[in-house]
């Protein structure tokens, strides 16, 4: 069983930055890429970011490219999301995943509980 436990949400004002961290159960997450997706009210889930296991392969969706981050150490079983010049248009609660194979996946099969990010004008 695989436990993704993310932190670090908030409520900021637009132009601000915050960073996510999701921390993995045990070995869970070694050999596999992991990503974030989000989900606003009223919204489908939406694609944010995926690293590959090595770290060596991100991507990202158009918009947030440019102003978010993932990084991840393996070490700490932790994926990261660093979130830089933040709009309105991001709050959502934004959740961690891991991916169905070692690169930049986007199928999932495991998740967080997830963390609220709201923004405010």
């Known amino acids: 069983q695989v436990q993704l436990v993310e932190s670090g949400g908030g409520l900021v004002q637009a132009g601000g930055s915050l960073r996510l961290s999701c921390v993995a159960s045990?070995?869970?997450?070694?050999?596999?890429?992991m990503g974030w997706f989000r989900q606003a009210p009223g919204k489908e889930r939406e694609f944010v970011a995926a690293i590959s296991w090595s770290g060596g392969i991100t991507d990202y969706a158009d918009s947030v490219k440019g102003r978010f981050t993932i990084s991840r150490d393996n070490a700490k079983n932790t994926v990261y999301l660093q979130m830089n010049s933040l709009e309105p248009e991001d709050t959502a609660v934004y959740y961690c995943y891991k991916a169905r194979g070692s690169g930049t996946v986007h199928e999932y099969d495991y998740w967080g509980q997830g963390t609220q990010v709201t923004v405010s004008s």
């Open positions: 045990g070995r869970a997450i070694i050999g596999y890429g």
